[in-house]
């Protein structure tokens, strides 16, 4: 027998009129014999019931004629199936077969090929879904049918392209990586796509977008998210958010208004945060709300001219500080600048009778149990792991915060939240 570096499955029936003695066994081995022949694998596994192995024999015998031989254990094998109307049962002793070439035998590198066309529908369907989950090349026999089965002599290999269907499949996980914010994920997905079909080069765009947009790369986002083609079908569902998500991207990178810009940051921040807690990486989470809470202080503090990283005393001497708190200020000068952080920031606010420093002083009590948890975090000083509790309380201080610090909060909020997918089937 010619040999290739192919191993062919193969699923055996009893062929038509099987209770006709032999001749059923007889008609099926040539069209079985015919497949062996075109395709010359290096070994053939059978998978056959109690009967249909008879047929077998006969495939021997049409190897005898044409002066070649075919052995048992040496050019073939027979995995019986007991159970040939039980799928599961089917589908495990394939991928058993399967494990075994691919992943056992490490000596030899196979291709192999699966022909469903004979045998029960069970068989058939199972082979043909372990073949599909496993990537194998899948085969079916065809030809003339007008006498009901294909007529010996006409026997034509149909290799079955299943590029789409794996496509298909490759849309579903994108499109769950896509909802859980794995967006390099995504693109690694996308880059094996290639039905035309399919917008690869918008959804491209938009996972790269997503992606700046999470490491803050506000300039990167909006270039990649203007290309977006959001006509195209893929984006229909989400095409609105799109424009929302668009519009918070110019506004960072294009808007005039100081204050228009920085309370799009702080909204995409929390978002941020907000996702992070939803992958349950906490101690990141509140990372990022703390940041959040020293940027809400920063940008109240620019509506007065001040920067927390060089604070100009003249400016607070014209608002009328106190005298006090500018000396207890000037104490920390250093290398000619005063630098602030978030305490002093929003008790500088205070000192400037702003709503926000107020607030804070108010709550000073219940802030200090917040950022006492967050100094205690990994990511911070100390080696405490935070709960998703912790951040819900840290969050919602945060939120009540960011609206007081502009009206507008919940519409930069809603603008800056990342659209999802409607997902039918959930598959990781």
């Not at 849309?171 to 690694?188: E, G, H, S």
């Not at 947009?213 to 986002?221: H, I, L, S, T």
């Amino acid at each position: 027998m010619k040999r290739r570096e192919i191993i062919l499955f193969m699923t055996v029936g009893t062929g038509v009129n099987a209770d006709s003695r032999e001749e059923g066994f007889k008609s099926l081995s040539k069209k079985l014999y015919s497949t062996i022949t075109k395709i010359y694998p290096n070994h053939v596994v059978f998978f056959a019931s109690d009967k249909s192995k008879n047929t077998i024999k006969y495939i021997e015998e049409l190897f005898k004629l044409d002066d070649d031989e075919f052995i048992q254990d040496e050019d073939y094998q027979i995995v019986e199936m007991e159970a040939i109307d039980d799928f599961n049962s089917c589908f495990e002793l394939f991928e058993e077969k399967i494990w075994e070439y691919d992943y056992i035998d490490k000596t030899k590198n196979y291709q192999i090929i699966m022909d469903y066309t004979s045998g029960t529908k069970t068989m058939s369907a199972a082979m043909a879904c372990c073949g599909m989950f496993y990537s194998k090349d899948l085969i079916s026999v065809g030809g003339d049918r007008s006498r009901g089965e294909v007529s010996s002599g006409t026997e034509i290999i149909n290799y079955q392209n299943l590029y789409k269907i794996y496509d298909k499949f490759a849309l579903m996980r994108i499109r769950n990586n896509f909802n859980a914010n794995r967006f390099i994920q995504c693109i690694d997905i996308l880059n094996y796509i290639v039905d035309m079909n399919i917008h690869k080069a918008s959804l491209l765009k938009l996972c790269n977008a997503y992606y700046s947009w999470e490491m803050m790369n506000f300039e990167d986002a909006y270039n990649y998210l203007k290309e977006v083609d959001t006509k195209q079908i893929e984006f229909v569902e989400i095409k609105n958010q799109l424009k929302k998500n668009l519009n918070a991207l110019g506004n960072i990178v294009h808007s005039k208004s100081v204050n228009l810009k920085n309370c799009y940051i702080l909204a995409s921040l929390i978002n941020n945060s907000i996702r992070r807690a939803e992958g349950y990486n906490y101690d990141d989470a509140i990372a990022r709300l703390y940041r959040s809470f020293e940027l809400i202080a920063q940008i109240k503090l620019t509506k007065y001219n001040i920067k927390s990283s060089d604070v100009d005393t003249s400016i607070l001497l014209e608002n009328n500080v106190s005298q006090e708190f500018i000396e207890d200020l000037e104490k920390t000068r250093e290398d000619g600048k005063i630098r602030i952080g978030l305490a002093k920031d929003f008790l500088l606010l205070n000192e400037l009778g702003d709503e926000l420093g107020k607030y804070y002083v108010e709550n000073e009590s219940k802030i200090k149990n917040l950022t006492i948890k967050r100094n205690n975090s990994i990511l911070a000083h100390g080696l405490d792991s935070q709960t998703k509790e912790d951040f819900d309380d840290f969050l919602e201080f945060i939120l009540s915060m960011a609206r007081k610090l502009d009206k507008d909060m919940n519409k930069f909020l809603n603008q800056t939240k990342l659209a999802k997918f409607d997902l039918k089937l959930e598959i990781n």
